[in-house]
Structure formats: C-alpha cells, structure tokens
C-alpha cells in the first residue's frame, strides 16, 4: 500500500495499492479504498476520555459523546486505570479482570504483544480468540496439520474454481483477477453460498445450499466421487489415512439424501461432484463462513478433504485455501511472553473466558466475576454473540470498562475510560497473510492523530504505571520485530517454519520495499518450481498422512470422521411455511464494512444502502405472513427481537431471513444489533460462535406514530425518499 504525504502538513492525502506487489496490483479494496475518511473521521477519538460523574452506561446518539465524556490527560488516565485495576486485582483477584481484542488492529504487534505481555504479568483471565477462525482452522489442522494453502498468484491455473462460502468479489478482491484470468482460460466459477453474494452473481453456476448443511453436501460429493471410482487411488494409498472408512461412511450420503438436507438437486450433486474429480487443476476457496454453524467444525473438515481424496495438491493452481497463516513462523512466544504468567500474584496461567461466551462471562456471578474489562481491537457490543446479555454485563455499574479505540464505537458508550488508538497509518508493525506468502513491513505513514497511542506504546506505559519493573517492557516496537522475526536465531534453528524465514530481517524487508516472499526451497532450487503446498505428500499429521479418519479427534470424543449433525434449532424447526413458522437467520457481514469496522462513514453506509438496516426475504416467506416492500417486521426469538424494513429479495431463498451487521447506535431502536437474534452456543471443534446456526420469527408491526416520513424506526423509508429526517 503506497500513502501520499502533504510535506507541509504531514497529512496522508491518498492511498493506493502498490502496483509493484504481486497481490495487491496497484489496487485496494472498496473499504480501504477509503481508509483516509477513518483516519480522519468526525468521530475519531482523540484524547483520553473519562465518563462524567452521574452519566449512566448505554447507547450515545452518535456525535454525543462529550456530552457524557470529559477529557484528560494520558498521565491522568493511565494512573487511575492503574489503580483501579490494582484495586480490583487486591480485592477480587487478578482472574476479575478479561482482556478482550480480536483482529481490529491485526499486525503482529498491535494484536498481540506488548498488551499479552501486560495482562500475563497482572495474573488477569487469559481470553481465548475463537470469534473468528478456530473452527475451521482445527478441522483444517486435523487433516493436513498445517495450515497452508493454494497461493493467490496461483489460482489462475486452476480450470475450476469452487468458492465455497466465500464472497471473493467483495471480501477477497485481490483474488478476483486470478478468478478472472482462469475464466478467460476456460475454467469454471461455481459458488456453493446460502446467500446470492455478489460473487455469486458473477459466477457460472451458484448452488444456493441451506445455511449449516455443508458437512452433507462435501461428504455426498465424496460418496459419488468414490462410488464412480474418480478418487487418485494412487495418490491415496501413497499420502492419505483412513480411505476405507471414509468409503463406508459416506455410502448413506446419497444425491438424494443431499438433495433433502441441502436443498441442492440431486442431479446437481452428481454433476459438481464428477466436475471435481476430473478437472485438473482444480482449487477450492473456502472461507469461515462454512464453519460458523454447530456443524461447522464437520463442515470445515469434509471440505478440506476433497483435494486429499482427487490428489489436487499434486497440480500447480490445485488445491485449496482456507488460510496460508501456518507458513510464518513469527516467534509468539518472544513477542507475548506467557513466561510472565508465573511472576504474577497468581503464580500460574490464569484461567481462560472464551470471548464468544462474554455475556455469560460479565453476567454470570457465580463464576469467578468480571469485574474489570479492557477492550482494545474489538466491539464486542456489537460482534459478541446474545447481544441483550452482553449487553446488560456492560451496563453493570460494578464492572470497570476501558475501551482503546480509534472512533467511538458502540462499546465506548459503555466504557468509564475511552483512550485514543492509532490506525495502521500511526504506527509501526508487521504482517503475515492468509491467502499470500509475503512476510510485510508496515512503515509509520503519519504521526498519530491527535494523542492517540499504538498498542505497544500504550500497554508499555500502563505496565510502567503498575510498577512492573521487568525490561520486556521497555522494548519499542522495532526491538519487538526484531524478536518476531528471530534475527539473533542461531543458523541451525529448525523451529517449524523458521526454514522459511530464515534470513528475512527488518533490513531485507526494507531493502524489499516492505515486503518479502517466504523462502521455500523449491523456488531457490537450480531448476525452480513454484511452491506447491503438501504436494510432496508430507503432513505433519500423527499418521504422516492427509487424514480422513482421525484417532486424536476420536481420543477426544469427537466423531473420528464428520459426520453431519443438523443444528439444534434447526432440528425443531417447523415445517410447514406459515406465518408462525420459523426462519433460518442469516446474521451476514455487509460486504462495504469490515465486520462493524467503518459502519460510522458516511461513503460506506452509502455504498451498502442497498441492505443497510434492511431484513432481506423470499417473496414465498413475506407474502405467508402478509409482509411487503417496504413494511416494518419484527424479527425475534427467545434471545432477543429487532425491528427492520422488508426487502423482498431473489438473494434468499425460502426459509431464509438475513439482515447486515452495523454499528447498532444507527439502528432507529437504538443499540440493537443482529446478534440480539444469535445465541451463545460454541461449534463442533474449536469452540467458535454459531452465529449461522439461528431461527427466528418474522411479523408484520406498525409503528405507534403512524407517520409516512420522519419517524425514527420509519428512517430507512424516508432516506430513499430523500426526506431530511431532520
């Protein structure tokens, strides 16, 4: 990514992709496209902030905020957050107090180091990252044990693309000129997608499967797959484990017993399924989507094991990817230090709070209680599942919150301390990738705006404010890169992965522009050939093999092979389509935010007006229960309700309500989300969210004022009309 600087002002005036990186081509998502209007946003927070006495916890009209904040300074702030903390630590002990961060802020170093370093040596309750990826990427490692994938710059080999939950158009952009490339070639866009994403409107075939069910589909391709005998035998008997019982197990996964848990024709199963084996190359992109269900675990493990059964690892642009994350071997344990762990009041880890269960965490009191929150990175207002709960835990007047933050966010308003964060232009760091294998350098572009601190700068100062005295917490952000990196490694050091990062340090990256390809020994060979992932049959599995059967799941009570387990709610979901009948609800991501990332812009809210605040269903579903273009509808369970305008849209199918995700202070309700319909409940393998695994009721409702224009939960309306609802 390539900034322009005002010499004069310092200000960044325009962002662009670098045209000399092989991924990025010179261009930049839509989202990030516009990444100034963040950095420079009317609500970006500026300086530290402290809730005014007598100013109660809940949702800010947006631009309110200096109405229940005052402002003071860092030192100031930091002493008192200090002290709270020690207060509680003493009181309550250190566990009372719960990290919470995911990937805002997703650099090595703004992720996770200087603050894990902080919170193993406070002794506070360890947070276990699932809301995420965990899901998929344990039922990636249980086959193949690494997590590697089909290079991006490889796709346009392929003669069959399969996006499988993956919107590559809106979410994966830097793909899409590979997708196209193999399409001007000959090959085959076909999107296997509950939801007609944009890619999916692009593509050669789209097969709309009902949400949950992609355990059934993977495993009935296998079953036609093995039963025609279109499996690489060779390549099986050779690299794979437990090929038999994967041929008795997928026997009662039939076309037609697909067709009934999918919604996917028969016909259509048999003809993907042979189109799979018989293509060479052939590449699968699958993305988290698939593993966001109870199933989802089963899901994510079927998937990866179609390239293990056809032998598609064996071709250039074959494959599949999930994520090409397990190929850097950035060295986490210098940078976090769990060492610290043991010099704390505790005296050993800490207990771990899974962060999808945080509505459990802060409003379950008979556990050890939270009662301090430190949320950096993250949203959880918004993003947590059963959002009513988490929400109620945030509102406690016992709970001590502080939120660091770049604009004020739905969690801030619930914060007693709001501290002002960088954005990746205002600071240093480093980056792995998930679909590439280029290790990147990200150079400070501007000073931080306003007072705002990196993570490191800011995690450094409290420690020094708890008078920790240990020198890891002096180390600046370079010294943190260069431990990451293990430049001061001895040359005989076989960590894994290290091989391929052996000689990459902050001086030949910035002799590389910033960016540095992993160093795979085939691509360094006398006659080089592309890196081509388990190609050469090697896993780092317990058998050695690609597993299909797996003795460690099994040792853990899980099923030895997925197996397909329809979801709890949807195991009592009732059948006929009438107007009490339930709905499968598809909480998605809005493809123009990033998750509830730029949801405050106003250029991004525009880009999504077509499903922003809006409840997206099938003419057959809305017409049942007397609901048209345009009427309020409540959408509710047992966890929660929301009030949304009806869209009647082809992108469904019947059965099926979906609706975006967004800040919810711009909800007309005010302070509802998406997630006050999803539950609590964890997957299969992982122990991620289900957020996919969710039915609801849908009814018409009036509007007490009656009005056509101008009332709050009529807004949606009245801006397509262009009424000022001012």
Known sequence: MLVTIDTETGEALRVAGDPEHPVT??????????????????????????????????????????????????????????????????????EAVLPYSYAGTIGTLGYGSMDRRFFHRFGASQLKRTICATAGGEAFLSVYGRKLGTDTEHFHHARLVIAWGANIHNNNIHLWPQVEEARRNGAWLVVIDPYATRTAQLADQHLAIHPGTDTALALGLMHVILRDGLEDAAWCEQHTHGLAELRAHVRSYTPAMVEDATGIAANLVEELARAYATTKPAVIRLNYGVQRSENGGAAARAVCMLPALTGAWQHLGGGLQLSTSGAFSFDSQAVERPDLMYASPLGRAARTVNMAQLGDALCDLEKPAVHALFVYNSNPAVIAPEQRKVLR??????????????????????????????????????????????????????????????????FSALAQHMGYTESCFSDDAETLIAQALREDAAPEDTTPGSVLMRGITRATLRAHGGSER????????????????????????????????????????????????????????????????????????????????????????????????????????????????????????????????????????????????????????????????????????????????????????????????????????????GVSLE
């Not at 947006?62 to 207060?87: M, V, Y």
């Not at 001590?400 to 308003?413: A, G, I, M, N, P």
């Open 518 to 721: 992993l160093h795979f020994p085939s691509e360094h060979a006398v006659a080089p050939e592309p890196f081509r992932p388990f190609s050469d049959g090697v896993f780092p599995t317990p058998s050695g093999k690609a597993e299909f059967f797996s003795e460690q799941l099994a040792a853990q009570g899980q099923d030895a092979m997925p197996t397909y387990h329809p979801p709890v709610e949807l195991r009592t979901r009732q059948t006929p389509a009438d107007a009490e009948g339930m709905l499968q609800f598809l909480p998605r991501k809005s493809g123009n935010f990033m998750n509830s990332t730029f949801a405050n812009h106003a250029a991004h809210q525009k880009m999504q007006r077509e499903t922003l605040d809006l409840l997206e269903l099938h003419a057959e579903d809305a017409q049942v229960r007397g609901l048209a273009e345009g009427d309020l509808a409540e959408i509710r369970n047992e966890r929660g309700a929301l009030r949304l305008r009806v869209r009647i849209s082809r992108r469904v199918q019947p059965g099926v309500a979906s609706a975006g995700m967004a800040w919810s202070k711009l909800n007309p309700e005010g302070g509802k989300g998406v997630n006050q319909l999803t539950s609590q409940r964890l997957t299969d393998l992982g122990d991620g969210p289900t957020f996919y695994s969710t039915l609801v009721q849908v009814r018409r409702v009036q509007c007490a004022c009656e009005a056509e224009t101008g009332c709050v939960l009529c807004h949606v309306g009245a801006l397509e009309a």
């Open 393 to 458: 835990g945030l509102q406690r007047d016992d709970l001590f919150t502080v939120v660091h933050e770049q604009s004020f966010t739905d969690t801030c308003d619930y914060a007693d301390y709001v501290l002002p964060a960088t954005t990746f232009l205002e600071h240093v760091d480093m980056q792995g990738a998930y679909g590439h294998y280029y290790v990147q350098l990200s150079e400070q572009a501007i000073a931080p705006v306003g007072e705002a601190r990196a993570n490191v700068e800011l």
């Open 25 to 94: 081509r010179g261009f930049l998502c839509g989202k990030v496209a516009k990444y100034l209007d963040h950095v420079y946003a009317p609500d970006r927070v500026l300086y530290p902030m402290r809730r005014r006495a007598g100013v109660p916890k809940g949702p800010l009209a947006p631009g309110a905020q200096n109405a229940a904040f005052e402002r003071i300074g860092w030192d100031e702030a930091l002493h008192a957050i200090a002290t709270r903390l020690g207060a509680i630590a003493r009181e309550r002990g250190p």
